[in-house]
């Protein structure tokens, strides 16, 4: 086991420089998620449009992979169609859990080392956790929620 | 040789590498590495004499009821109580003052009434008080934590008055290290006529504690921390406390005599100990206790200063870290909790683990502390009498690498990209 699996180049660049970092207000979705293992914190925040990702921020802190994680999603889901954001989550967590994606995710790959450190898979998920409970309290017609990875595989 | 280079021969575990380098263990406030001749009593019980306690009249059951007490008897001289009675073995230090909240608790604090805590205090001395607290109406107050990471006695004294029925304070704190000023805490709680229960595993493995000099009511206390198995340890209280108190837990061996309606309860401790106890973990904590008391507490004492006054001084020099707690030796234990600006604990934790070095990351099971200094997690380093310098330098050297692999050298990206 190499750290250089799980401190990959672009990982640490997003954790040094978060893209989307910080407040967005007003949002159509602000979901705070939680890792209780090891008690990283995220806020989320979401504006919808035309059924769009029109614009994401987050704010929190935890270790590098959380943050890292949190960073790339939001860049990665900027623009996106909410059906696609649905997609990217499902293809991104099925690869935190050792599927082969079946798109291209780009950077997100290098999220994958982290499969190697078990303990610290829920903290790269995390975001995705909080995005994908955003958008089904936003489908139910509400703005704000609570996601943890608790009961995620 | 020092101590820890001469004891560390007797400790097995730290003979093992971890992910390819010897394994440096730092984190004994977690829990302790076990000598030789605690792993051998154990297994000298298990095959030698395993039996169920005060109930066999056939030779071995004798054998294990007399190493169950004759180790109660030794905890009880090594605690400085007056009688082996007044120690009840309990699974650690959590259950032994969940056994005072609930036990004592209930009976004793009312709506309205104030038991005081610290806010440097281990989740342990924190729940079951507020348990307790919601149940019977009961307000917490809390001694406040000062920037250096001392208790503040001033804020302490004006908050003591006529409601408070119970002190419950950290003897040592798992996080800061900071060795607090029981003795004075316990005159204090007494004057306004309130109960003083200790938290002292983390100080039980590392000083000689002595029940009557620190003026305690209660003291709750950890086997596996202080070289002993898990599982084991207990609770020191008062005779005349334990006496008033109500059972505990009921079943078996805590009895003496049941009927359908109604049950009459043995004397202390047994009234305490239902079922059947963790014998052979109880007994060999007395192994632990030889094995400690071998080496003495003015060496085991004399040691962990020296480590710990070098370990405070190789922390200053690691560039963007920051100590949490007393930067000297003066009532300061060796836990060494530190902060990095721009590496999350977790992260530091996982660079030290492929260096071999175990140390604890997170918030060690006390959130309220770390809020306080506006944390939510720490990266600490703990010692016990089996680590050396060379751990230390094992340390400073990983935090070093830590800091090279987070970008405080130009050279980082050429190298983990390449290797990415």
Known sequence: MALDDLYREVILDHYMHPRNRGRLEPSDIAVEGANPLCGDELALYVRVSDGRVADVRFEGRGCSISQASASMMTEAIKGKTIEDVHRLVTEFKGMMHGQEPAEDLGDLVALQGVRKFPVRIKCATLPWVAVEQGLAEHEAGRTAGKATTEAER | ?420
């Open chain 2, 1 to 420: 040789m020092d101590l820890g280079a001469r004891v560390r021969a007797d400790f097995p575990l730290l003979r093992h590498t971890m992910n390819g380098k010897p394994l440096v263990y730092l984190d004994s406030a977690a829990t302790s590495q076990k000598p030789r001749a605690v792993l051998d009593a154990l297994l000298e019980y298990y095959q030698d004499y395993n039996a169920n306690v005060h109930r066999g009249i056939y030779r071995i059951a004798e054998e294990a009821t007399a190493r169950y007490e004759g180790s109660r008897a030794k905890l009880a001289a090594f605690l400085g109580a007056s009688r082996p009675e007044e120690i009840v073995f309990t699974r650690g230090t959590t259950e032994a003052i969940n056994l005072v909240a609930s036990a004592w608790g209930r009976i004793n604090i009312q709506a309205g009434d104030e038991i005081v805590l610290s806010v440097m205090e281990h989740h342990s001395n924190i729940v079951p008080w507020q348990l307790l607290a919601a149940e019977r109406g009961a307000r917490l107050r809390y001694i406040p934590v000062t920037d250096d990471g001392r208790l503040d006695l001033v804020a302490y004294e004006r908050l003591l008055g006529p409601r408070t029925k119970l002190v419950s304070v950290t003897h040592q704190s798992n996080v800061l290290g900071t060795v607090n000023p029981i003795k004075l805490i316990a005159e204090r709680a007494h004057s306004v006529g309130a109960l003083m229960v200790i938290d002292a595993a983390q100080s039980v493995p590392h000083q000689a504690v002595n029940v009557s000099t620190l003026g305690a009511d209660a003291l709750a206390f950890s086997g596996h921390k202080m070289l002993g198995p898990t599982g084991s340890g207990g609770l020191w209280a008062r005779y005349d406390l334990l006496e008033a108190m109500p059972p505990y837990h009921g079943g078996g061996e805590m009895i003496t005599k049941v009927e359908l309606e109604r049950s009459t309860f043995k004397d202390p401790p047994h009234k305490f100990e239902a079922g059947t106890p963790n014998i052979a973990d109880n007994i060999v904590l007395g192994a632990a206790v030889d094995y400690l008391l071998g080496i003495g507490f003015d060496a085991i004492a004399a040691h962990e200063r020296d480590l710990t006054a070098y370990g405070l001084r190789r922390l200053r020099e690691v560039p963007g870290l920051t100590i949490l707690g007393p930067l000297d030796t003066v009532d300061r234990g060796g836990a060494l909790a530190f902060t990095m600006d721009v590496v999350h604990p977790h992260d530091i934790a996982q660079v030290l683990d492929q260096e071999g070095i175990a140390i604890r990351a997170g918030h060690h099971c006390a959130e309220p502390l770390h809020r306080r200094f506006g944390l939510a997690a720490s990266a600490r380093a703990s010692l016990q009498i089996y680590n050396t310098r060379d751990d230390i330098d094992a340390l400073i050297a990983g935090l070093h690498e830590v800091n090279r692999l987070f970008g405080r050298s130009p050279r980082v990206k050429e190298e983990v990209g390449g290797a990415g």
